[in-house]
């Protein structure tokens, strides 16, 4: 009884998107791979990853140092006298609490900066959505890259992630790309984590 329960809701869905397609034309896009793929897209992503390189450089550096020392206290760990092992202890903890700090705010200025280049891609892409969509007759375009979307099955009859890219690149190419529109900017793809400090063990007898 139970799984008849929980098919209705699936069950309903289905029934309201086929309805919604046969009142008019239905199309589906992958606008995050969309906005990734386009010229513009790359472009972005490729200055994105230019500015942010010099500072997963020293992170990784800092990273380096943190495991050099605690190569050291391991391998001395029968060596250096309780102080030594204590105080190399205490300079490992708080280059990891520095570092762990360094890459927060490295990976909050990242996600600002995608987040702002997905926003100005976003409203120009949407904006060749709509012309498209106008152009072909289509009445409902359902963005299939959010988790969110209660979107089961689409045919690739349907998908026009392809034509919008090529649309766009051609646009932006003759300066004549539509204006931007004021519908929302889509949510942005996962990003990269930082490297995250390895975690230590303190010395024996602590």
Known sequence: MKSKVILWPVLALALTLTAQAQQGKFAVINIQ??????KDGQKAA????????PKKKELEQKQNEVNALQDQLNKGSNTLSDSAKNDLYKNIESKKKSLQREVEDAQADL???????????????????EKYSRDNGITMVVDVSSPQT?????????DITKEIIELYDKSTAGGSAPAPTSTPAPKPPATTTAPKPAPTKPPAGQ
């Open 33 to 38: 791979g969309a906005i990734i793929s386009t």
């Open 46 to 53: 490729a200055e994105l990853n230019a500015k942010t390189a």
């Open 111 to 129: 996600e600002a900066d995608q987040q702002k280049l997905l926003q100005q891609l976003g409203q120009k892409i949407l904006a060749v959505i």
């Open 150 to 158: 209660p979107i089961l099955y689409a045919s690739p009859s349907v």
